[in-house]
């Protein structure tokens, strides 16, 4: 936000930040997922650089709202809708390297015994497939390690749906 006069800014920052709150709350999402920091002030004719005579507004105003959140539905419906504050004259920034959205896998050892079950299996089937094609007995497993687990966006435009892979590594006994 901009102005000539600190008072209205901080008045006009309030109103846009009882605006978003009102926003968040009325998309479903508590207070308690969002967090929003202290309002940053700069003044133009602080700067040492340029000329004053060639500044619009001499005050400019920045507020950034986290909301950090488990329901990403929820969240994505409200980023969905959020062109409705700057219809209200709200002015939004989304773009910015330094706040930008993220959307974390925080669930992995939630997920870790069904996708090692998993890769066990699909480990057995090929192991079976090569036992079978060199006319061998596939025998117990000799060795099993759990590799590495990485999570990763589906892609640049949806990354709030995850891809989460393991790798592991399987040596099973054999005999001819």
């Not at 929820?74 to 989304?94: F, H, K, N, Q, Y």
């Not at 057995?124 to 036992?131: L, S």
Request: with cysteine; charged share 20%; proline share 2%.
């Amino acid at each position: 936000m901009v102005s000539n006069n600190l008072e209205q800014l901080y008045i006009d920052v309030d109103r846009n930040r009882k605006t978003m709150m009102g926003f968040l709350r009325a998309s479903g999402i508590p207070d308690s997922e969002i967090s929003i920091t202290i309002v940053q002030v700069v003044d133009s004719f602080a700067n040492d650089y340029g000329a004053a005579d060639n500044i619009k507004y001499r005050y400019t105003a920045n507020q950034n709202v986290t909301v950090y959140s488990r329901n990403v539905d929820v969240v994505c419906s409200a980023m969905g809708r959020v062109d409705i504050l700057g219809r209200e004259g709200m002015p939004l920034t989304g773009a910015d390297y330094n706040y930008y959205t993220q959307y974390l896998f925080l669930d992995l050892n939630a997920a870790k015994p069904a996708m090692i079950e998993q890769a066990i299996t699909n480990t057995r089937t090929v192991a079976q497939k090569f036992a079978e094609d060199s006319s061998s007995e596939l025998g117990k497993i000799r060795l099993a390690r759990q590799g590495q687990f990485s999570v990763s966006d589906r892609d640049s435009n949806n990354s709030h749906i995850k891809n989460v892979r393991v790798v592991t590594t399987v040596k099973n006994y054999s005999a001819d």
